[in-house]
């Protein structure tokens, strides 16, 4: 199938063309038409499947075909998690609308001052791409004007409710006209993101791409078990000496973490970086700038990296830590393997993250494959131990618990068995307060 048979205007398959794409992908085949039509659309996909391009090119053509209405403000909002992926989505729209006319794009991020984005906000605009700790702090003090909008996409709306932003997206979407195309998209559409979707979308065309569809088959996946940290690091210099890579990205846990492997694979030979949410927005911006450049052969990233990166000579993706969710694994990977190019994710497992490895292997539903490496010994998998009765100390604590919560690790409960859960679970009561902080920790906007 082409781009031409999902019925596309000419200014968008001539510009499709000079990017160099040539067959629409599953979800793009899939979510075009549905989109077009001018359906509701929640559509269950990967990273690294085109699903930008899906919500986007039918999006610009929706917006082409009519006429603009007078006043300011934008006509489509697209929400995402993070301050990379806004930046990725509109350069995708900017590439995308080349041949269109004139239409006009715009960023509202956290970490960047205020000043430009209100000067923005003052202006007709065709797309708005936002992350929604910022654009709800705009649109609580009278700065988005809604009355031209015709359509919102939810981009990784896992990621956004992940990240606590449920009720931030919910009091944007309260004051968007109901007259709106929604579009969603994500990894999963379980548990609160199906109990969202109901709330958000009417009648929607459901679509879902499978993991197993969505992965990349040229990305090749395998795991070295290791007895400890030291053997890790030693591991992971090792396989960055081979010849056969290009770039890289290697994810860790923790902010620290990153800062400290990018100075030990600096010091290795290499130039590396290190990409996390503690950094200011244009030392992000800078950091990015040179990998996509190439002047920076290796980056070492926590998550915040993982969705917004799309850079076709990533050879190899790292998990020197591994996530703590399969989706994040998914969107790590997705990383390498992209514009029909091969890949590598190669991953590490001490005896304490098998648990973690397992839980991807269900989520993928393959199994990834153990490998040794020349002058290090073979560490095997761990083996399932058999679970014996728990020492007195460990019992006495775990009855003291169910006491307290009603189940090991539960919330606590009150005299009617009542559980009392935080105000702020999952975003709910965060005030701009809050928000400002984690926007100063990277964690959203």
Do not use: W
């Not at 690294?48 to 006509?75: D, H, V, W, Y």
């Not at 080349?98 to 794009?105: A, G, N, S």
């Not at 690790?409 to 902080?437: F, I, M, N, Q, T």
Request: hydrophobic share 40%.
């Amino acid at each position: 199938m082409s781009f031409a048979s999902l019925n596309l205007i000419p200014p968008l398959l001539s510009a499709l063309k000079a990017a160099g794409y040539e067959q629409p992908t599953p979800i793009q085949i899939a979510a075009i038409p549905a989109v077009l039509a001018g359906r509701d659309v929640m559509a269950c996909a990967q990273t690294g499947t085109g699903k930008t391009a899906a919500f986007l090119l039918p999006t610009l053509q929706r917006l082409e075909a009519r006429r603009a209405p007078a006043g300011r403000g934008p006509r489509a909002l697209v929400l995402t998690p993070t301050r990379e992926l806004a930046t990725q989505v509109r350069d995708a729209a900017s590439v995308y609308a080349k041949e269109l006319h004139h239409v006009r794009l715009g960023t509202i991020v956290g970490g960047v001052p205020y000043p430009p984005q209100q000067k923005l906000l003052m202006r007709p605009l065709d797309v708005l791409v936002a992350t929604p700790g910022r654009f709800l702090d705009h649109m609580e003090r009278g700065r988005i004007d809604f009355t031209r909008l015709e359509v919102v996409i939810l981009d990784e709306a896992d990621r956004m409710l992940d990240m606590g932003f449920l009720a931030d997206v919910e009091r944007i979407m309260a004051a968007t006209p109901a007259t709106r195309q929604t579009v969603m998209f994500s990894a999963t559409f379980e548990g609160r993101i199906a109990t969202l979707a109901g709330r958000l979308l009417k009648d929607p065309e459901r679509i879902r791409i499978a993991p197993t569809e969505a992965q990349n088959a040229k990305i090749v996946q395998h795991v070295h078990y290791v007895s400890d940290i030291a053997q890790k690091k030693a591991m992971l210099m090792a396989l960055l000496k081979e010849g056969a890579m290009g770039q890289a990205i290697v994810f860790t846990g923790t902010k620290h973490g990153a800062d400290r492997l990018a100075t030990a694979i600096g010091q290795n030979g290499h130039t590396a970086a290190a990409l996390h949410g503690d950094m200011r927005q244009g030392a992000r911006n800078r950091t990015l700038a040179q990998f996509r450049a190439g002047a920076v052969q290796v980056l070492v990233a926590t998550d915040v990296a993982a969705r917004g990166i799309d850079v076709a000579a990533i050879s190899h993706v790292f998990n020197y830590d591994l996530p703590r969710s399969a989706e994040d694994y998914v969107h790590r990977i997705g990383r390498t393997g992209r514009a029909g190019q091969s890949g590598l994710a190669v991953s590490f497992a001490t005896r304490a993250e098998h648990g973690a490895l397992k839980r991807i292997e269900r989520f993928t539903g393959q199994p990834i494959a153990a490998r040794g490496l020349t002058g290090f010994p073979v560490t095997e998998p761990p083996a399932h131990e058999a679970k014996g009765p728990a020492p007195a100390g460990r019992r006495m604590a775990r009855s003291r618990d169910r006491n307290r919560t009603g189940r090991p690790g539960g919330p606590a409960r009150d005299g009617r068995g009542l559980a009392h859960r935080s105000p702020h679970r999952d975003g709910e009561g965060r005030g701009p307060a809050a928000r400002a902080r984690l926007e100063s920790a990277g964690g959203e906007s």
